[in-house]
């Protein structure tokens, strides 16, 4: 039933407690009893995924790097273009996640997918990569400056990068960028902390000092049964500079 489904989502979310020492270890102890029931308590509480993955064009016999991709939703939102790419690696912390993933690329026949239980920051690819994308996964890499940094260090030039994510804006962000509130930029920090999501000022500066922007976007997002919660969120999508 989907409320049992959500009920054990939230008690991971709200009440479990993650005591590992290490960041794998503390991503699996996280996802582990609730990772079959990920994908549709995440669709509604992670906006944006959609409209970053299609607004990035596929090249035909290109090289696609999920970062954080976990049970490889993500995918989804290529439909069949997907089989146009050469190959795609889901890179995960998490076996528990990628086990999901593993069971949907069976199911969707699609043999071009690779699926790696890796770090972000020093996984790489045999040859550079047309693409690679964050959804909703630098909020939860504690050293997420070394990621991007991986990131463009592994695209090909004027290869391209695509983030969405939670965040909040600095206390005087750029004239072009969205100023958040001392509430919003106090508050929701706080609060996906206790998940070991951490929300930052500095995404949105550093993603446009690093990359040439293509596309951004600022907005709000909702939480599952806290109806009046709107935690703020970003699209991202540039080039790597040549």
């Known amino acids: 039933m989907p409320l049992l489904a959500d009920l054990r989502v939230l008690y991971h979310l709200v009440f479990k407690r993650v005591r ?32 970053l993955f299609s607004s990035i064009p596929i090249c035909d016999g290109g090289v696609w790097v999920d970062l954080g991709g976990g049970t490889g939703a993500n995918l989804e939102c290529l439909g069949d273009s997907i089989r146009r790419l050469s190959r795609i690696y889901v890179v995960d912390l998490s076996p528990s996640l990628l086990e999901v993933a593993r069971r949907r690329f069976e199911r969707l026949g699609w043999s071009n997918v690779e699926l790696v239980e890796a770090d972000a920051i020093t996984f790489r690819p045999p040859s550079p ?22 990131a463009r260090d592994i695209l090909r030039q004027e290869g391209i990068l695509g983030a969405v994510d939670f965040y909040v804006s600095r206390k005087h962000p750029a004239q072009s960028h969205t100023k958040h509130s001392w509430l919003t930029r106090s508050l929701w920090p706080l609060w996906f902390a206790c998940d070991d999501v ?45």
């Open 20 to 51: 590992a020492c290490d960041h794998a270890a503390r991503m699996e102890q996280f996802y582990a009893g609730q990772s079959d029931s990920y994908d549709d308590f995440r669709k509604r509480l992670l906006p944006g995924r959609q409209e």
């Open 129 to 150: 990569a047309d693409v690679v994308t964050f959804s909703y996964s630098l909020t939860m890499i504690p050293d997420w400056f070394a990621a991007i940094n991986n």
């Open 198 to 242: 951490f929300l930052s000022a500095d995404h949105v500066p550093y993603l446009h000092d690093s990359f040439r922007s293509v596309l951004y976007r600022e907005s709000r997002g909702r939480l599952p049964y806290v109806p009046f919660a709107r935690p703020p969120y970003y699209l991202f999508v540039g080039r790597k500079r040549g």
